[in-house]
C-alpha cells in the first residue's frame, strides 16, 4: 500500500516548456486535490476532483490543467511555465465526499523549478 | 484567501516542555484538522475537531476549539526533538464543498 505517489520528485523547466505532474493513489479514494506550496503562503489549492470524471477550479488554477484519468490518478499540467509557477506541488486524496468528515493523504510532493 | 492563520509563525521549545499553537479562521465551519509537515515532506493529518465539539485528545495532542471566538489551538504535551515540524491547521466549511483551506503554519522547533 504505497498511499499517494507522485512523479516526477524534482524538475526543472524553461519559461514557456509544458510538462504533467502525475498522481496516483492505491487508497481507492473519491477525491483528489492539487496543491502549491510557496514560502510563507502555506497551501494553496490549484484543482479538486470531487469523483472520478469531475474537476473544479480552486484558490489559484490560472496556468493550470487537470485531468482525472481514472480513480486512481489525478494530473496536472502546466502548459507554458512561468518563473511564478516556481514551487512545491502536492497531491492529496480523501477518503469521502459530501458532508463527511475527510482527512487528506499527502503524497510526498514535486519540487518544480521554472528558469 | 487564507481562511486559517497560525500563531506564532514559529516557535522554539526545549525537549519536556509543552508547546501550544493557535489557529484563527474567518467563516462557520464544518470541521478543523490538524496536519504536520516535517522538512522536504507532505502533510500527515493529525486530528479533526468538529464544529460541536469543544475538546479532543489523541495521544501527546490536545485539541480544543471555541466556535464563538473562531479559534483553536493544539498542545503537544511533553515534546520531543522528534515533534520539530511545521503545522498546519485547516478548515472545512459546510456544504457539498470538499476542500480544506490552511493556514499558513507554525514551525516548531524542540530543542534536544
Given at each position: 500500500n504505497a498511499g499517494v505517489t507522485q512523479t516526477p520528485k524534482f524538475q526543472v523547466l524553461k519559461t514557456g516548456q509544458s510538462m504533467t505532474l502525475q498522481c496516483a493513489q492505491d487508497m481507492n479514494h473519491n477525491s483528489m486535490y492539487w496543491y502549491r506550496q510557496d514560502p510563507g503562503m502555506g497551501l494553496r489549492l490549484i484543482y479538486y476532483s470531487a469523483s472520478e470524471g469531475t474537476t473544479d477550479k480552486g484558490e489559484v488554477p490560472n496556468g493550470y490543467n487537470v485531468s482525472r484519468l481514472n480513480k486512481r490518478e489525478f494530473s496536472l499540467r502546466l502548459e507554458s511555465a512561468a518563473p511564478s509557477q516556481t514551487s512545491v506541488y502536492f497531491c492529496a486524496s480523501s477518503t469521502r465526499?459530501?458532508?463527511?468528515?475527510?482527512?487528506?493523504y499527502f503524497g510526498p510532493g514535486t519540487r518544480l523549478l521554472v528558469l | 484567501s487564507q481562511q486559517g492563520e497560525e500563531d506564532p509563525q514559529a516557535l522554539s521549545i526545549q525537549e519536556g516542555e509543552n508547546a501550544t499553537m493557535n489557529c484563527s479562521y474567518?467563516?462557520?465551519i464544518n470541521n478543523l484538522q490538524w496536519y504536520r509537515q516535517n522538512s522536504g515532506r507532505g502533510?500527515?493529518?493529525?486530528i479533526l475537531i468538529r464544529s460541536n465539539e469543544r475538546e479532543k485528545h489523541s495521544g501527546r495532542l490536545r485539541v480544543t476549539l471555541d466556535t464563538s471566538k473562531k479559534s483553536s489551538s493544539l498542545l503537544i504535551t511533553a515534546s520531543r526533538a522528534a515533534d520539530t515540524a511545521s503545522y498546519f491547521c485547516a478548515t472545512r466549511s459546510g456544504g457539498s464543498n470538499y476542500k480544506l483551506t490552511f493556514g499558513k503554519g507554525t514551525l516548531l522547533t524542540v530543542n534536544p
Open positions: 465526499g459530501l458532508a463527511e468528515q475527510e482527512t487528506q | 474567518k467563516t462557520s502533510l500527515v493529518h493529525l
